[in-house]
């Protein structure tokens, strides 16, 4: 996810206690955090065309509008394609291994994302369900687990 960029104080507050990389909410991304803090999925949506959009922006993909609302959405949707990580980059993805995905929300658009199980269970259409992770008091992540 494009995050503000931060050039003075980036790599030391990048990976904070949590030991790996954490979203910087920006000021278009920050009701999407602030929701999953509280366990909640939401998405913007376009008042003009009614198309729920992911990543946060400030206009519509589809029809250019800036009349974006946050609505809540499902927390549902089918894994559209992912990888397994067996091999960590750096010493903080040290809990290997892991499933990186792209998940398709039941609202359409799709997430990158992981999924909480073991790498042998998932399938390529498989449904799931959103699983918050509060990584630190002040940022939960937004992963999905087998419906
Ligand atoms: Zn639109």
Redesign the pocket.
């Known amino acids: 996810m494009s995050e503000s960029r931060r050039s003075d104080d980036r790599p030391a507050a990048f990976i904070s206690e949590y030991g790996k990389p954490l979203p910087h909410p920006s000021p278009i991304s920050r009701p999407f955090w602030e929701a999953a803090r509280r366990h909640e999925l939401t998405l913007q949506r376009?008042a003009?065309?009614g198309?729920f959009i992911y990543y946060p922006r400030p206009r519509?993909p589809?029809?250019f509008?800036d009349r974006l609302e946050w609505k809540p959405v499902s927390g549902r949707g089918t894994v559209y394609s992912y990888t397994v990580a067996r091999y960590s980059p750096t010493p903080a993805f040290k809990e290997l291994p892991f499933v990186l995905a792209i998940v398709e929300l039941e609202e359409g658009p799709r997430m990158t994302t992981n999924i909480v199980a073991p790498p042998e269970q998932v399938r390529i259409g498989m449904p799931v369900t959103v699983a918050f992770e509060d990584a630190t008091p002040e940022c939960t992540l937004v992963k999905f687990k087998p419906a």
């Open positions: 376009c003009a065309c198309k519509c589809h029809c509008s």
